[in-house]
């Protein structure tokens, strides 16, 4: 797995636990959509209902938080 699958992950992964605390995923995301290549992701995330899922739902090959 790549590094980009990896940050993937993570940043789905911290995007779920901020969830119900939207000062903060707002703050998390917007630096996210700063670094090169993330602004799709935050894209998908920020338009979700509903908490994100497992990072396979976008496409991530990650396994590093499976289960989670």
């Not at 998390?28 to 497992?54: H, I, T």
Request: glycine residues 8%.
């Amino acid at each position: 797995m790549d590094e980009s699958e990896r940050l993937k992950s993570l940043i789905i992964h911290a995007a779920q636990e901020l969830w119900e605390d939207k000062e903060a995923l707002g703050t998390f995301l917007g630096v996210v959509r700063r670094s090169e290549g993330f602004a799709g992701l935050v894209d998908q995330l920020e338009q979700s209902p509903v908490r994100p899922a497992n990072a396979t739902f976008y496409g991530v090959n990650s396994t590093e938080f499976a289960g989670s």
